[in-house]
T-cell receptor, first 118, second 117 residues
C-alpha cells in the first residue's frame, strides 16, 4: 500500500528556535499533501493544503508566517514551525492524497511528529 | 455547513462481541465520500473503510462494515468479533464533492473504544 513517512517522529526544542518536519510519500507521487495538528484527546485540525510547485492554502486562523509549508517535489512536503513557543507543542500529522479506485481518493497518513517546545 | 457528528466520546465492548460506532453527517452536496480511520495510542492514522454517496451497497472490509443510511445521513461503523487490538480512537470523516487530490476531509471528534478481555 501507499506509505507516507514523517521525520522526525519526535522533537524537543527550546523556545524561539525553528523546527522543520518532513513528510515523504515513499512509493507514490503526491501532488497534494495535507498538514494537520492534533491536541491530546482531540480531533485532527487541518492546518493547510500543500500543492506541489505552488503556495500552500492555509485554513482560517493558521498563521502563514508561523507555519511555513514547502512542497518542492512530488514526494516531499515540509512544515517549518518558526520561532516556536510552548503553545506550539502538539502532534503534527501529514497526509498525502492518492486515487485508489475510479472516483475514489484516499488520504494516507504519516506516523506523526510530536513537538515539545520548552 | 458540512459537519460530522460522533456522539459517543467513549465506548466499551467485550472481546469477541460486535460494536457499533455512530457517525452522522450534514452536507448539501449530492456527491461525497465517508471514511473511517483508527488511531491507536501510537498516533498513526489507519484507514479502515470508505463509502461513496452513490454506492448502493454497504462497504465491508474484513471485520469492518459501514452501515450507510443515506436518508438518515448516518454512516455507522460496525466492528465484528472485537479484539484487544481494536482499542483505539476512531474517527469518522467526510469528503465533499467528487474525489480529487485536493479535497480536504471534515472530521468528527472521535470515539474512544476500549475492548475488555
Amino acid at each position: 500500500g501507499a506509505v507516507v513517512s514523517q521525520h522526525p517522529s519526535w522533537v524537543i526544542c527550546k523556545s524561539g528556535t525553528s523546527v522543520k518536519i518532513e513528510c515523504r510519500s515513499l512509493d507514490f507521487q503526491a501532488t497534494t499533501m495535507f498538514w494537520y495538528r492534533q491536541f491530546p484527546k482531540q480531533s485532527l485540525m487541518l492546518m493547510a493544503t500543500s500543492n506541489e510547485g505552488s503556495k500552500a492554502t492555509y485554513e482560517q486562523g493558521v498563521e502563514k508566517d508561523k507555519f511555513l509549508i514547502n512542497h518542492a517535489s512530488l514526494t516531499l512536503s515540509t512544515l517549518t514551525v518558526t520561532s516556536a513557543h510552548p503553545e506550539d507543542s502538539s502532534f503534527y500529522i501529514c497526509s498525502a492524497s492518492l486515487f485508489v479506485l475510479a472516483g475514489t481518493s484516499e488520504q494516507f497518513f504519516g506516523p506523526g511528529t510530536r513537538l515539545t517546545v520548552l | 455547513a458540512q459537519k460530522i457528528t460522533q456522539t459517543q466520546p467513549g465506548m466499551f465492548v467485550q472481546e469477541k462481541e460486535a460494536v457499533t460506532l455512530d457517525c452522522t453527517y450534514d452536507t448539501s452536496d449530492q456527491s461525497y465520500g465517508l471514511f473511517w480511520y483508527k488511531q491507536p495510542s501510537s498516533g498513526e492514522m489507519i484507514f479502515l473503510i470508505y463509502q461513496g454517496s452513490y454506492d448502493e451497497q454497504n462497504a465491508t472490509e474484513g471485520r469492518y462494515s459501514l452501515n450507510f443510511q443515506k436518508a438518515r445521513k448516518s454512516a455507522n461503523l460496525v466492528i465484528s468479533a472485537s479484539q484487544l487490538g481494536d482499542s483505539a480512537m476512531y474517527f469518522c470523516a467526510m469528503r465533499e464533492g467528487r474525489a480529487g487530490n485536493n479535497r480536504k476531509l471534515i472530521w468528527g471528534l472521535g470515539t474512544s473504544l476500549a475492548v475488555n478481555p
